[in-house]
Structures are given as C-alpha cells and as structure tokens.
Nanobody
C-alpha cells in the first residue's frame, strides 16, 4: 500500500509560481498513474491534472491548461505539479492521488485508491 505526502504549498501573490511535490513510500511509483486534485471549503473536490505511469499521457482541467504542468520522476518516487500564473481562484487544498497504472491518467477522483493529506495553496490578489 502506497503512502503519499504532499509538500510545497504556501502563500503566493497572483501571477506567481509554486511547485508542489508528492512523495510516495511503501510502493513503487511506476505501478501507478497519478493525479492532482484540489478542494476549497464548501465545494466538491476538483480534478487538476493526471499523468500516466511513464509520464507519456497527461490530462489537465481546462482551468489550468497552459499554466500548470504535471511531471514525475519514478526513480525518486515523486510527482510534481508546477503551477505558474497563479490566480486567486487557484486557492485550495491540493491533494495527490494514486491509481493502478492500468487506469491511465483518469480525471475521476472516484477511480483513485490512495490519497495524500493535502497541502494548502493560497493566492493573494
């Protein structure tokens, strides 16, 4: 069973950048496709980005296309989310998640089996 720990969140001004990391332990990352989701208080969890086990396949939410980039380093058991051009509406708790690689970079949160505890991203205007 894989454990996921996110890091890299914080407070940034609009237009700024952050890079989130998701470190996996207890399992081999290459067995999993990975996703990033976000949630704000009172709202449903929202898909952000997903990546296939080998990094070839990627999906993005329309709201982050062209601004966010998902990547992974299986040798380091880590997945990244580079966020550029941040907007106040990007403010949320960001979660990484893992699903068996046969699922591919799915955008459905219900498909994912393992979740991290989340990291807060706050974008000020």
């Amino acid at each position: 069973q894989v454990q996921l720990v996110e890091s890299g969140g914080g407070l940034v001004q609009a237009g700024g950048s952050l890079r989130l990391s998701c470190a996996a332990s207890g399992g081999t990352l290459s067995r999993y496709a990975m996703g990033w989701f976000r949630q704000t208080a009172g709202k449903e969890r929202e898909f952000v980005a997903a990546i296939s086990w080998n990094g070839v396949g990627k999906n993005y939410a329309d709201s982050v296309k062209g601004r966010f980039t998902i990547s992974r380093d299986n040798a380091k058991n880590t997945v990244y989310l580079q966020m550029n051009g941040l907007k106040p509406e990007d403010t949320a708790v960001y979660y990484c998640a893992a699903v068996d690689r046969a699922q591919g970079p799915t955008m459905r949160g219900a498909d994912y089996d393992y979740w991290g505890q989340g990291t807060q991203v706050t974008v000020s205007s």
